[in-house]
Protein backbone atom coordinates (compact mmCIF):
# COMPACT_ATOMS: atom_id res chain seq x y z
CA UNK A 1 0.00 0.00 0.00
CA UNK A 2 3.03 2.40 0.85
CA UNK A 3 4.57 1.57 -2.64
CA UNK A 4 1.12 2.35 -4.30
CA UNK A 5 0.60 5.39 -2.32
CA UNK A 6 4.33 6.40 -3.51
CA UNK A 7 3.67 6.04 -7.38
CA UNK A 8 0.47 7.83 -7.25
CA UNK A 9 2.53 10.64 -5.56
CA UNK A 10 5.30 10.33 -7.49
CA UNK A 11 2.88 10.22 -11.13
CA UNK A 12 0.76 13.06 -9.09
CA UNK A 13 3.69 15.33 -8.78
CA UNK A 14 5.04 14.69 -12.38
CA UNK A 15 1.67 15.33 -14.13
CA UNK A 16 1.79 19.04 -11.86
CA UNK A 17 4.82 19.41 -12.87
CA UNK A 18 4.18 19.02 -16.58
CA UNK A 19 0.85 21.15 -16.26
CA UNK A 20 3.31 23.54 -14.72
CA UNK A 21 5.69 23.89 -17.43
CA UNK A 22 2.66 23.80 -19.98
CA UNK A 23 1.39 27.34 -18.40
CA UNK A 24 5.14 28.74 -18.67
CA UNK A 25 5.26 27.95 -22.07
CA UNK A 26 1.86 29.93 -23.11
CA UNK A 27 2.79 32.90 -20.87
CA UNK A 28 6.20 33.46 -22.50
CA UNK A 29 9.44 33.97 -20.72
CA UNK A 30 10.97 37.02 -19.48
CA UNK A 31 14.79 35.96 -21.01
CA UNK A 32 16.35 32.47 -22.07
CA UNK A 33 19.74 32.23 -21.86
CA UNK A 34 20.86 29.75 -24.54
CA UNK A 35 23.83 27.32 -25.94
CA UNK A 36 25.93 28.05 -22.65
CA UNK A 37 27.74 25.76 -20.71
CA UNK A 38 25.05 25.80 -17.38
CA UNK A 39 26.44 24.09 -14.06
CA UNK A 40 23.03 23.64 -11.95
CA UNK A 41 25.16 22.33 -8.82
CA UNK A 42 22.16 20.36 -8.36
CA UNK A 43 24.16 16.89 -7.93
CA UNK A 44 24.81 16.05 -4.36
CA UNK A 45 27.73 17.85 -2.62
CA UNK A 46 31.33 16.21 -2.37
CA UNK A 47 31.95 13.68 0.70
CA UNK A 48 34.12 15.26 2.93
CA UNK A 49 37.54 14.45 1.72
CA UNK A 50 36.68 16.01 -1.87
CA UNK A 51 35.33 12.39 -2.99
CA UNK A 52 33.08 13.76 -6.04
CA UNK A 53 29.01 12.64 -5.94
CA UNK A 54 28.36 9.55 -8.59
CA UNK A 55 25.69 12.52 -9.85
CA UNK A 56 28.43 14.62 -10.34
CA UNK A 57 28.57 15.83 -14.34
CA UNK A 58 31.94 14.10 -14.41
CA UNK A 59 33.17 10.75 -16.17
CA UNK A 60 36.73 11.86 -16.01
CA UNK A 61 36.14 15.35 -17.05
CA UNK A 62 33.60 18.06 -16.29
CA UNK A 63 30.47 18.39 -18.52
CA UNK A 64 28.23 20.92 -17.78
CA UNK A 65 24.87 19.43 -17.27
CA UNK A 66 22.72 22.14 -19.20
CA UNK A 67 22.69 24.81 -21.69
CA UNK A 68 19.77 26.73 -21.41
CA UNK A 69 17.68 28.32 -18.77
CA UNK A 70 14.50 30.15 -19.04
CA UNK A 71 13.08 33.55 -16.55
CA UNK A 72 9.93 34.68 -16.01
CA UNK A 73 8.71 36.72 -13.07
CA UNK A 74 12.34 36.90 -11.28
CA UNK A 75 12.38 33.20 -10.84
CA UNK A 76 14.26 30.27 -13.05
CA UNK A 77 10.96 27.77 -14.78
CA UNK A 78 13.42 25.63 -16.68
CA UNK A 79 16.71 24.28 -16.88
CA UNK A 80 18.05 21.98 -19.92
CA UNK A 81 18.87 22.12 -23.32
CA UNK A 82 18.73 24.77 -25.70
CA UNK A 83 15.91 23.78 -28.07
CA UNK A 84 13.22 22.80 -25.33
CA UNK A 85 14.04 26.39 -23.75
CA UNK A 86 12.83 28.04 -26.89
CA UNK A 87 9.78 26.69 -26.83
CA UNK A 88 9.24 29.76 -24.06
CA UNK A 89 9.20 32.07 -26.29
CA UNK A 90 6.79 34.90 -25.94
CA UNK A 91 6.16 38.38 -28.17
CA UNK A 92 8.61 39.89 -25.31
CA UNK A 93 11.59 37.12 -24.82
CA UNK A 94 15.08 38.11 -24.64
CA UNK A 95 16.90 35.62 -26.10
CA UNK A 96 20.54 35.84 -25.30
CA UNK A 97 22.78 33.43 -26.96
CA UNK A 98 25.67 33.21 -24.73
CA UNK A 99 27.66 31.54 -26.98
CA UNK A 100 29.46 28.80 -24.97
CA UNK A 101 29.96 30.92 -22.04
CA UNK A 102 29.69 29.70 -18.62
CA UNK A 103 26.54 30.15 -16.04
CA UNK A 104 27.04 29.33 -12.38
CA UNK A 105 24.18 29.80 -9.34
CA UNK A 106 24.71 33.71 -8.35
CA UNK A 107 28.07 33.74 -6.52
CA UNK A 108 27.87 35.34 -3.00
CA UNK A 109 30.48 37.18 -1.06
CA UNK A 110 29.53 36.20 2.64
CA UNK A 111 32.20 38.56 4.34
CA UNK A 112 32.38 41.94 2.84
CA UNK A 113 32.35 45.56 3.88
CA UNK A 114 30.70 47.14 0.65
CA UNK A 115 31.10 50.48 2.11
CA UNK A 116 34.66 50.04 2.12
CA UNK A 117 34.76 48.84 -1.75
CA UNK A 118 32.75 52.21 -2.54
CA UNK A 119 35.52 54.37 -0.18
CA UNK A 120 38.63 52.38 -2.21
CA UNK A 121 36.64 53.65 -5.22
CA UNK A 122 37.45 57.49 -3.89
CA UNK A 123 40.39 56.97 -1.85
CA UNK A 124 44.06 56.60 -2.35
CA UNK A 125 44.93 52.73 -3.11
CA UNK A 126 48.09 51.23 -1.85
CA UNK A 127 47.26 47.66 -2.23
CA UNK A 128 50.48 46.37 -3.42
CA UNK A 129 52.80 49.35 -2.13
CA UNK A 130 56.24 47.93 -0.91
CA UNK A 131 57.62 50.89 0.43
CA UNK A 132 56.96 53.79 2.55
CA UNK A 133 58.63 55.91 -0.02
CA UNK A 134 56.37 54.88 -2.74
CA UNK A 135 52.91 54.87 -0.32
CA UNK A 136 53.98 59.07 0.08
CA UNK A 137 54.08 59.38 -3.42
CA UNK A 138 50.89 58.39 -4.20
CA UNK A 139 49.25 60.46 -1.08
CA UNK A 140 51.78 63.61 -2.78
CA UNK A 141 50.16 63.16 -5.71
CA UNK A 142 46.77 63.34 -4.81
CA UNK A 143 47.22 66.34 -2.26
CA UNK A 144 48.14 67.97 -5.61
CA UNK A 145 44.07 67.66 -6.70
CA UNK A 146 42.72 67.95 -3.21
CA UNK A 147 42.11 72.06 -1.42
CA UNK A 148 44.25 72.63 1.70
CA UNK A 149 43.01 71.68 4.57
CA UNK A 150 40.66 68.48 3.13
CA UNK A 151 41.55 65.31 4.82
CA UNK A 152 43.06 62.47 2.47
CA UNK A 153 41.87 59.43 2.86
CA UNK A 154 43.99 56.52 1.35
CA UNK A 155 44.22 52.47 2.34
CA UNK A 156 46.03 49.53 1.68
CA UNK A 157 49.25 49.01 2.84
CA UNK A 158 49.94 45.35 4.62
CA UNK A 159 50.35 45.59 8.20
CA UNK A 160 51.72 42.00 7.63
CA UNK A 161 54.37 42.53 5.39
CA UNK A 162 55.29 45.79 7.06
CA UNK A 163 54.64 44.59 10.65
CA UNK A 164 58.81 45.04 10.99
CA UNK A 165 59.62 48.07 9.52
CA UNK A 166 56.51 50.06 10.07
CA UNK A 167 56.62 53.45 8.59
CA UNK A 168 56.11 57.05 11.09
CA UNK A 169 54.61 60.40 10.61
CA UNK A 170 58.04 61.83 9.80
CA UNK A 171 58.49 61.38 5.87
CA UNK A 172 54.44 61.76 5.51
CA UNK A 173 53.86 64.80 7.59
CA UNK A 174 57.38 66.96 5.62
CA UNK A 175 55.86 65.83 2.27
CA UNK A 176 51.85 66.41 2.67
CA UNK A 177 52.03 69.52 5.37
CA UNK A 178 49.31 71.13 4.70
CA UNK A 179 46.45 68.31 4.39
CA UNK A 180 45.36 65.64 7.44
CA UNK A 181 45.82 62.23 6.05
CA UNK A 182 45.23 59.20 7.09
CA UNK A 183 46.18 55.87 5.84
CA UNK A 184 44.69 52.55 6.69
CA UNK A 185 46.16 49.37 6.54
CA UNK A 186 45.14 46.89 4.28
CA UNK A 187 42.87 44.64 7.03
CA UNK A 188 42.50 47.76 9.08
CA UNK A 189 44.24 46.82 12.10
CA UNK A 190 46.90 49.45 11.46
CA UNK A 191 46.66 53.26 10.52
CA UNK A 192 49.10 55.86 9.82
CA UNK A 193 48.78 59.26 10.45
CA UNK A 194 50.43 62.65 9.53
CA UNK A 195 51.10 65.90 12.01
CA UNK A 196 48.40 67.35 10.76
CA UNK A 197 45.84 64.46 11.07
CA UNK A 198 47.22 64.64 14.67
CA UNK A 199 47.01 68.13 15.41
CA UNK A 200 43.18 68.47 13.98
CA UNK A 201 41.82 65.23 15.68
CA UNK A 202 43.87 66.51 18.86
CA UNK A 203 45.77 63.50 19.89
CA UNK A 204 49.31 63.74 21.87
CA UNK A 205 50.94 62.15 24.25
CA UNK A 206 48.46 62.50 27.01
CA UNK A 207 45.85 60.80 24.85
CA UNK A 208 44.55 57.89 26.52
CA UNK A 209 44.98 54.70 24.79
CA UNK A 210 42.26 52.06 24.08
CA UNK A 211 42.52 48.75 25.98
CA UNK A 212 44.13 46.11 23.58
CA UNK A 213 45.41 48.94 20.99
CA UNK A 214 48.86 50.66 20.62
CA UNK A 215 49.51 54.41 19.48
CA UNK A 216 53.26 54.08 18.62
CA UNK A 217 55.16 56.90 20.25
CA UNK A 218 58.74 58.55 19.03
CA UNK A 219 62.16 59.51 20.50
CA UNK A 220 60.59 62.59 21.93
CA UNK A 221 57.38 60.85 23.35
CA UNK A 222 54.65 61.95 21.24
CA UNK A 223 52.91 59.72 18.78
CA UNK A 224 54.86 58.99 16.15
CA UNK A 225 51.65 58.80 13.75
CA UNK A 226 51.64 54.85 14.20
CA UNK A 227 47.84 53.30 15.80
CA UNK A 228 47.63 49.82 16.09
CA UNK A 229 44.51 47.12 16.59
CA UNK A 230 42.29 48.83 19.01
CA UNK A 231 43.67 52.20 18.82
CA UNK A 232 43.35 53.17 15.15
CA UNK A 233 39.25 53.94 15.46
CA UNK A 234 40.76 56.77 18.00
CA UNK A 235 41.60 58.57 14.58
CA UNK A 236 39.93 56.85 12.09
CA UNK A 237 36.52 57.66 14.04
CA UNK A 238 37.76 61.13 14.10
CA UNK A 239 37.85 61.70 10.45
CA UNK A 240 34.61 63.65 9.79
CA UNK A 241 32.12 61.74 9.16
CA UNK A 242 29.26 61.72 5.63
CA UNK A 243 25.99 62.61 4.98
CA UNK A 244 23.82 59.80 4.62
CA UNK A 245 23.29 61.24 0.88
CA UNK A 246 26.92 60.36 0.31
CA UNK A 247 26.77 57.32 2.65
CA UNK A 248 24.08 56.21 0.33
CA UNK A 249 26.16 57.37 -2.90
CA UNK A 250 29.68 55.09 -1.43
CA UNK A 251 27.55 52.16 -0.63
CA UNK A 252 25.97 51.88 -3.75
CA UNK A 253 29.19 52.29 -5.47
CA UNK A 254 30.42 49.47 -3.45
CA UNK A 255 27.43 47.30 -4.74
CA UNK A 256 27.42 47.85 -8.20
CA UNK A 257 31.32 47.27 -8.54
CA UNK A 258 30.21 43.65 -6.85
CA UNK A 259 27.59 43.25 -9.38
CA UNK A 260 30.12 43.98 -11.91
CA UNK A 261 32.82 41.68 -10.46
CA UNK A 262 29.58 38.81 -10.60
CA UNK A 263 28.18 38.61 -7.46
CA UNK A 264 24.53 38.36 -6.59
CA UNK A 265 24.73 38.73 -3.17
CA UNK A 266 26.84 40.18 -0.15
CA UNK A 267 26.55 38.99 3.75
CA UNK A 268 28.03 42.75 4.81
CA UNK A 269 29.95 42.46 7.94
CA UNK A 270 29.76 44.95 10.83
CA UNK A 271 27.30 48.00 10.19
CA UNK A 272 26.88 50.65 12.28
CA UNK A 273 23.90 53.11 12.60
CA UNK A 274 24.82 55.17 9.89
CA UNK A 275 25.21 52.60 7.06
CA UNK A 276 22.39 50.67 7.95
CA UNK A 277 20.12 53.82 7.55
CA UNK A 278 21.95 54.17 3.89
CA UNK A 279 21.08 50.56 3.19
CA UNK A 280 17.27 50.78 4.72
CA UNK A 281 17.05 53.90 2.34
CA UNK A 282 18.40 52.56 -0.93
CA UNK A 283 15.80 49.44 -0.40
CA UNK A 284 12.89 52.00 -0.02
CA UNK A 285 14.05 53.71 -3.29
CA UNK A 286 14.55 49.90 -4.56
CA UNK A 287 18.23 50.81 -5.79
CA UNK A 288 19.57 48.47 -4.51
CA UNK A 289 21.45 46.12 -7.42
CA UNK A 290 22.16 43.04 -5.41
CA UNK A 291 21.37 41.54 -2.46
CA UNK A 292 22.59 42.57 1.23
CA UNK A 293 22.33 40.38 3.78
CA UNK A 294 23.09 42.81 6.83
CA UNK A 295 24.99 41.48 9.94
CA UNK A 296 24.82 44.27 12.31
CA UNK A 297 27.94 45.30 14.59
CA UNK A 298 28.03 44.31 17.98
CA UNK A 299 30.12 47.54 19.09
CA UNK A 300 27.07 49.82 17.98
CA UNK A 301 25.49 49.26 21.33
CA UNK A 302 22.55 51.57 20.72
CA UNK A 303 21.81 49.67 17.04
CA UNK A 304 21.74 46.60 18.82
CA UNK A 305 19.24 47.72 21.48
CA UNK A 306 16.83 48.79 19.01
CA UNK A 307 17.10 45.70 17.13
CA UNK A 308 16.91 43.37 19.85
CA UNK A 309 13.90 45.02 20.61
CA UNK A 310 12.19 44.44 17.13
CA UNK A 311 13.93 41.03 16.79
CA UNK A 312 15.94 39.95 13.13
CA UNK A 313 14.09 39.92 10.30
CA UNK A 314 11.60 37.62 9.00
CA UNK A 315 10.86 38.81 5.42
CA UNK A 316 13.59 36.86 3.83
CA UNK A 317 12.33 37.97 -0.25
CA UNK A 318 13.47 41.61 0.06
CA UNK A 319 16.68 42.80 -1.27
CA UNK A 320 17.96 43.59 2.06
CA UNK A 321 17.70 41.13 5.15
CA UNK A 322 19.02 42.25 8.24
CA UNK A 323 18.96 38.74 10.65
CA UNK A 324 22.92 38.63 11.90
CA UNK A 325 25.38 40.13 14.51
CA UNK A 326 29.15 40.44 13.65
CA UNK A 327 30.95 40.27 16.78
CA UNK A 328 34.98 41.18 16.75
CA UNK A 329 36.22 38.81 19.59
CA UNK A 330 40.24 38.98 18.93
CA UNK A 331 43.11 41.36 16.27
CA UNK A 332 44.95 40.29 13.59
CA UNK A 333 47.66 37.85 12.62
CA UNK A 334 49.63 40.43 10.83
CA UNK A 335 49.95 42.64 13.49
CA UNK A 336 49.72 40.36 15.76
CA UNK A 337 46.79 40.96 17.58
CA UNK A 338 45.31 37.71 17.08
CA UNK A 339 45.03 36.08 20.52
CA UNK A 340 47.32 32.77 20.82
CA UNK A 341 47.82 30.20 22.93
CA UNK A 342 51.10 30.44 23.58
CA UNK A 343 53.38 33.13 22.65
CA UNK A 344 54.29 34.65 19.43
CA UNK A 345 57.28 32.56 17.65
CA UNK A 346 58.48 36.14 16.04
CA UNK A 347 57.50 37.85 19.61
CA UNK A 348 58.48 36.13 22.95
CA UNK A 349 56.37 37.25 25.88
CA UNK A 350 53.60 38.50 23.10
CA UNK A 351 50.12 36.62 22.80
CA UNK A 352 47.70 39.36 21.18
CA UNK A 353 44.60 40.34 22.58
CA UNK A 354 40.77 39.67 22.63
CA UNK A 355 37.34 39.79 24.44
CA UNK A 356 36.95 42.79 26.59
CA UNK A 357 40.20 43.91 25.63
CA UNK A 358 39.05 44.02 22.02
CA UNK A 359 35.73 45.97 22.62
CA UNK A 360 33.62 42.21 23.07
CA UNK A 361 30.37 42.55 25.11
CA UNK A 362 29.59 38.72 25.98
CA UNK A 363 26.72 39.85 27.69
CA UNK A 364 25.01 42.01 24.68
CA UNK A 365 25.82 39.35 22.12
CA UNK A 366 23.89 36.65 24.61
CA UNK A 367 20.64 38.61 24.41
CA UNK A 368 20.69 38.86 20.52
CA UNK A 369 21.18 35.31 20.06
CA UNK A 370 18.25 34.63 22.63
CA UNK A 371 16.75 36.63 20.57
CA UNK A 372 16.89 35.17 17.51
CA UNK A 373 19.87 36.53 16.03
CA UNK A 374 22.60 34.43 13.89
CA UNK A 375 26.21 35.84 15.18
CA UNK A 376 29.47 35.82 13.76
CA UNK A 377 32.66 35.81 15.87
CA UNK A 378 35.34 37.63 14.07
CA UNK A 379 38.64 35.11 15.39
CA UNK A 380 41.86 34.93 13.71
CA UNK A 381 44.28 33.26 16.74
CA UNK A 382 43.98 29.82 18.61
CA UNK A 383 43.34 31.24 21.22
CA UNK A 384 40.58 33.61 19.91
CA UNK A 385 38.83 30.49 18.16
CA UNK A 386 38.84 28.52 20.91
CA UNK A 387 37.46 31.02 23.45
CA UNK A 388 34.61 32.21 21.63
CA UNK A 389 33.76 28.97 20.85
CA UNK A 390 33.69 28.36 24.34
CA UNK A 391 30.89 31.52 24.80
CA UNK A 392 28.67 30.17 22.00
CA UNK A 393 28.43 26.80 23.75
CA UNK A 394 27.60 28.81 27.35
CA UNK A 395 25.02 30.95 25.55
CA UNK A 396 23.70 26.99 24.14
CA UNK A 397 23.72 25.48 27.63
CA UNK A 398 21.68 28.33 28.79
CA UNK A 399 19.22 28.41 25.91
CA UNK A 400 19.71 25.40 23.62
CA UNK A 401 17.12 26.85 21.36
CA UNK A 402 19.99 28.92 20.40
CA UNK A 403 22.26 26.18 18.69
CA UNK A 404 19.94 26.15 15.86
CA UNK A 405 20.69 29.72 14.72
CA UNK A 406 23.62 28.90 12.35
CA UNK A 407 26.45 30.66 13.90
CA UNK A 408 29.17 31.39 12.19
CA UNK A 409 33.42 31.55 13.05
CA UNK A 410 34.64 34.60 10.37
CA UNK A 411 38.01 34.06 9.27
CA UNK A 412 38.65 30.95 12.04
CA UNK A 413 42.40 31.03 10.98
CA UNK A 414 44.11 29.13 12.96
CA UNK A 415 42.58 26.21 15.52
CA UNK A 416 44.34 24.50 18.07
CA UNK A 417 43.74 20.45 16.94
CA UNK A 418 41.55 19.71 19.82
CA UNK A 419 39.15 22.92 18.66
CA UNK A 420 39.01 21.32 14.91
CA UNK A 421 36.31 19.19 15.44
CA UNK A 422 34.42 21.02 17.53
CA UNK A 423 32.87 23.66 14.68
CA UNK A 424 31.30 20.46 13.35
CA UNK A 425 30.16 19.37 16.67
CA UNK A 426 28.78 22.66 17.49
CA UNK A 427 26.89 23.13 14.40
CA UNK A 428 29.38 26.32 13.77
CA UNK A 429 30.05 27.69 10.04
CA UNK A 430 33.97 28.49 9.57
CA UNK A 431 33.60 31.68 7.33
CA UNK A 432 37.10 31.70 5.27
CA UNK A 433 38.96 33.77 2.73
CA UNK A 434 40.91 31.75 0.51
CA UNK A 435 43.02 34.83 -0.56
CA UNK A 436 44.15 35.68 3.15
CA UNK A 437 46.23 31.74 3.32
CA UNK A 438 47.56 33.10 -0.17
CA UNK A 439 48.68 36.38 0.59
CA UNK A 440 49.96 35.46 4.25
CA UNK A 441 52.01 32.70 3.46
CA UNK A 442 54.92 34.68 3.40
CA UNK A 443 54.96 35.67 7.35
CA UNK A 444 51.94 33.87 8.76
CA UNK A 445 54.67 30.32 9.70
CA UNK A 446 57.21 33.07 10.98
CA UNK A 447 54.29 34.07 13.01
CA UNK A 448 53.23 30.47 14.66
CA UNK A 449 55.92 28.41 13.84
CA UNK A 450 55.90 24.71 11.98
CA UNK A 451 53.40 23.23 14.11
CA UNK A 452 51.13 25.88 14.90
CA UNK A 453 50.76 26.73 10.47
CA UNK A 454 49.10 23.27 10.59
CA UNK A 455 46.12 24.35 12.29
CA UNK A 456 45.88 27.83 9.89
CA UNK A 457 43.82 28.34 6.95
CA UNK A 458 43.00 24.54 7.27
CA UNK A 459 39.70 23.79 4.49
CA UNK A 460 40.05 20.30 4.35
CA UNK A 461 40.48 19.28 8.00
CA UNK A 462 37.75 21.69 8.77
CA UNK A 463 35.66 19.66 5.81
CA UNK A 464 36.86 16.46 7.79
CA UNK A 465 35.38 17.60 11.19
CA UNK A 466 31.85 18.06 9.66
CA UNK A 467 32.27 21.63 9.77
CA UNK A 468 30.20 23.44 7.14
CA UNK A 469 32.20 26.21 5.14
CA UNK A 470 31.71 29.45 3.31
CA UNK A 471 34.24 31.50 1.28
CA UNK A 472 34.47 35.16 1.00
CA UNK A 473 36.81 38.25 0.46
CA UNK A 474 36.52 40.38 3.90
CA UNK A 475 37.19 43.24 0.91
CA UNK A 476 38.04 45.48 0.68
CA UNK A 477 40.99 44.00 2.50
CA UNK A 478 41.91 41.50 -0.84
CA UNK A 479 40.68 41.10 -3.50
CA UNK A 480 37.43 39.81 -3.85
CA UNK A 481 38.08 38.79 -7.57
CA UNK A 482 36.38 35.35 -7.81
CA UNK A 483 38.58 34.07 -10.06
CA UNK A 484 41.29 34.95 -7.60
CA UNK A 485 39.14 33.63 -4.85
CA UNK A 486 38.71 30.03 -6.82
CA UNK A 487 42.54 29.91 -7.69
CA UNK A 488 43.40 30.55 -4.48
CA UNK A 489 41.06 27.85 -2.44
CA UNK A 490 42.22 25.00 -5.20
CA UNK A 491 45.88 25.73 -5.58
CA UNK A 492 47.11 27.74 -2.54
CA UNK A 493 49.06 29.24 -4.13
CA UNK A 494 49.22 33.18 -5.33
CA UNK A 495 48.93 35.20 -8.64
CA UNK A 496 52.21 34.58 -9.36
CA UNK A 497 51.56 30.28 -9.08
CA UNK A 498 54.05 30.30 -6.21
CA UNK A 499 54.54 28.09 -4.17
CA UNK A 500 55.33 25.18 -6.71
CA UNK A 501 53.33 22.31 -5.93
CA UNK A 502 50.83 24.85 -3.44
CA UNK A 503 51.59 25.75 0.48
CA UNK A 504 49.86 23.36 2.66
CA UNK A 505 48.30 21.47 -0.27
CA UNK A 506 46.31 18.91 1.50
CA UNK A 507 44.35 21.87 3.00
CA UNK A 508 42.91 23.08 -0.42
CA UNK A 509 39.21 22.16 -1.58
CA UNK A 510 38.63 20.85 -5.15
CA UNK A 511 36.66 22.83 -8.09
CA UNK A 512 32.87 20.95 -6.92
CA UNK A 513 33.69 22.70 -2.96
CA UNK A 514 35.42 26.09 -3.86
CA UNK A 515 32.05 26.70 -6.12
CA UNK A 516 29.20 26.02 -3.68
CA UNK A 517 31.40 27.80 -0.68
CA UNK A 518 30.50 30.92 -2.95
CA UNK A 519 26.97 29.92 -3.78
CA UNK A 520 24.88 27.17 -1.77
CA UNK A 521 27.07 26.89 0.95
CA UNK A 522 27.19 30.77 1.45
CA UNK A 523 23.28 30.16 0.88
CA UNK A 524 22.77 27.99 3.73
CA UNK A 525 24.87 30.46 5.96
CA UNK A 526 21.89 33.23 5.41
CA UNK A 527 19.21 30.73 5.26
CA UNK A 528 18.37 30.77 1.77
CA UNK A 529 19.61 27.78 0.56
CA UNK A 530 15.50 26.89 -0.86
CA UNK A 531 15.56 29.71 -2.71
CA UNK A 532 18.82 30.03 -4.30
CA UNK A 533 22.53 28.59 -4.71
CA UNK A 534 21.72 26.17 -7.77
CA UNK A 535 20.27 26.74 -11.20
CA UNK A 536 16.51 24.76 -10.48
CA UNK A 537 13.37 25.33 -11.47
CA UNK A 538 11.39 27.45 -8.57
CA UNK A 539 14.85 29.17 -7.53
CA UNK A 540 15.77 32.50 -7.84
CA UNK A 541 16.81 33.55 -10.96
CA UNK A 542 20.38 34.92 -9.89
CA UNK A 543 23.10 33.79 -11.89
CA UNK A 544 26.59 34.74 -13.04
CA UNK A 545 27.85 34.17 -16.43
CA UNK A 546 31.66 33.80 -17.24
CA UNK A 547 34.04 33.75 -19.96
CA UNK A 548 35.56 30.55 -19.17
CA UNK A 549 35.13 27.45 -17.35
CA UNK A 550 36.64 26.85 -13.94
CA UNK A 551 35.40 23.65 -13.84
CA UNK A 552 37.13 22.33 -16.30
CA UNK A 553 40.20 24.52 -15.85
CA UNK A 554 40.19 23.55 -12.24
CA UNK A 555 42.12 20.48 -14.15
CA UNK A 556 44.07 20.86 -16.94
CA UNK A 557 44.79 24.42 -16.29
CA UNK A 558 44.12 26.39 -12.69
CA UNK A 559 46.76 29.69 -13.29
CA UNK A 560 44.50 30.29 -16.47
CA UNK A 561 41.40 30.91 -14.13
CA UNK A 562 42.96 33.88 -13.21
CA UNK A 563 42.24 35.17 -16.59
CA UNK A 564 38.55 35.36 -15.86
CA UNK A 565 35.86 37.77 -16.73
CA UNK A 566 32.28 38.18 -15.83
CA UNK A 567 30.13 38.42 -18.72
CA UNK A 568 26.84 39.06 -17.11
CA UNK A 569 25.10 39.43 -13.62
CA UNK A 570 21.47 38.51 -12.99
CA UNK A 571 19.86 39.16 -10.14
CA UNK A 572 16.41 38.51 -9.70
CA UNK A 573 15.62 37.81 -13.20
CA UNK A 574 17.07 40.95 -14.17
CA UNK A 575 20.15 41.87 -15.80
CA UNK A 576 22.22 44.17 -13.39
CA UNK A 577 25.68 44.14 -15.31
CA UNK A 578 26.59 43.40 -18.76
CA UNK A 579 30.05 42.84 -20.32
Not at 310 to 321: A, E, I, Q
Request: charged residues 25%; proline residues 4%; hydrophobic residues 40%.
Amino acid sequence: MKKMNKSILLLLSFFLTACTQEDDRQLGADIILTNARVYSMRWDEPDLDGTLSSEAPNNGEWQPDANAVVIRNSKIVFVGKTTKALTYQGENTQIIDLAGATVLPGLVDSHTHVFGVGAALERVDLIGVLTEEEMVAKVVERAKTTPKGEWIIGRGWDEGVWANQYPDKILLSKSVPDHPVFLSSLHSFGGLANQKALDVVGINSTTKVPVGGDIKLGLDGEPNGLFLNRAVPVIRDAIPSLTQEALMARALAGLNQMAEDGFVAVHDAGLNTSMMAALEQLEAENLLPIRVYAMLSLRDEPLMEKWIEKGPDNDMDSMLVTRAVKAYYDGALGSRGARLLYDYSDLPGHRGISGDGYGFNETLMARAMKKGFQVAIHAIGDAGNREALDILERVFDEAPFTRFNRHRIEHAQILHPDDLPRLGQLGIIASMEPQHAVEDKTWAEIRLGSERIKGAYAWRSLRESKARLTFNSDNPGSDHNIFYGLHSAITRQDKDSQPEGGWYIEESVNVDEAIRSYTSWSAFASFKENETGIIDVGRWADLSVMNLDPFLLSDDSPVDLLDGQILMTIVNGSIVYER
